[in-house]
């Protein structure tokens, strides 16, 4: 499946990319910096699910960004509207098989390190999978790597440092935490957020843990950032709503882009 959509993929744009990019909802500012963007929505490529959700941009944009060859998967297949694990990573795949070595995963997050606060922006260290699936369950794809892959060094950490001294350069404070997958999409309550708390996690959302597996998997060098949204249930004593979620996404938007392209420039 993910062979035929990056033949597809590849046939519609002329350079080959080198990072890969997934943008969590809201985030994606970041594609006003490619140049000479192909749009390639995703209803449009073999295998890939014809449905969307409302709102939801669902397209890759190939092109070039600080003088790198990017693709950026702008919107992504969540587990909690009903893909399966295949269609959640497909993105992944077809970006590795045309050819990235990089990828840059990104999302919103809920903070349950007290010192977080929201807009706070997040290089992920390691991950928790609360989700209670994994992307390589059933047959191994030999084609792109091992049955048990190590995930020692899943978020690389050259990389990260990297990420780390872009943002200390620019001057934005940018912290570093665990990210625990929940599978949603209700969110979390506040005993869940304490038990995700005890087990050593820093932050929560309910993506981006099966298309890491599903990189790493694939021999990819993988960097991780969360922009923290909201503080997760049970923090602060106040409900949760999709809307904060949204607004603080929107808010921290600038900034997150402005370290993406400040960390492409340097790799
Ligand atoms: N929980 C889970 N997912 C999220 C949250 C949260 O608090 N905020 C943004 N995505």
């Known amino acids: 499946m993910y062979k035929n959509a990056a033949e597809f993929v590849q046939r519609k744009v002329k350079i080959q990319p080198e990072v890969g990019l997934i943008l969590g909802s809201g985030l994606g500012d970041v594609v006003e910096a490619i140049e000479d ?38 919107g992504r297949f969540h587990y909690y509207e009903g893909y399966d694990m295949e269609q959640v990573v497909l993105p992944v795949r077809t970006m590795k098989v045309m050819g990235i070595q990089i ?15 929201p807009g706070d922006l997040m290089v992920i260290k390691d991950h928790i999978n609360v989700s209670g699936v994994n992307p390589l369950r059933g047959r191994n794809r030999d084609d792109l790597g091992p ?27 940018v912290r570093e935490g665990v990210y625990a997958m929940m599978p949603g999409p209700s ?21 981006t843990v099966p298309e890491v597996i599903a990189a790493v998997h694939a021999g990819l060098k993988v960097v991780g950032i969360s922009c923290i949204t909201n503080m997760a249930a049970g923090i602060l004593d106040k409900p949760l709503t999709h809307e904060e979620v949204m607004e603080t996404a929107e808010r921290a938007a600038k900034d997150f882009a402005r370290l993406l392209l400040g960390f492409i420039t340097k790799i």
């Open 187 to 207: 969110y979390e309550t506040p005993a869940e957020i304490h038990m995700l708390r005890v087990l050593g996690a820093d932050a929560v959302g309910m993506s």
């Open 147 to 173: 049955r048990f892959p190590d995930m020692t060094y899943a978020y690389d950490p050259s990389l990260r440092r990297l990420v780390m001294d872009t943002a200390k350069e620019m001057g934005l404070k």
């Open 103 to 117: 990828l840059i995963v990104t999302n919103s997050a809920g903070g349950i390190n007290p010192e977080f606060s």
């Open 37 to 74: 963007p192909i749009f390639i929505d995703y209803k449009d490529i073999p295998g890939f699910p014809k449905t969307t959700v409302p709102g939801h941009k669902g397209r890759f944009v190939v092109g070039r960004c600080q003088g790198k060859k990017v693709i950026a998967a702008q």
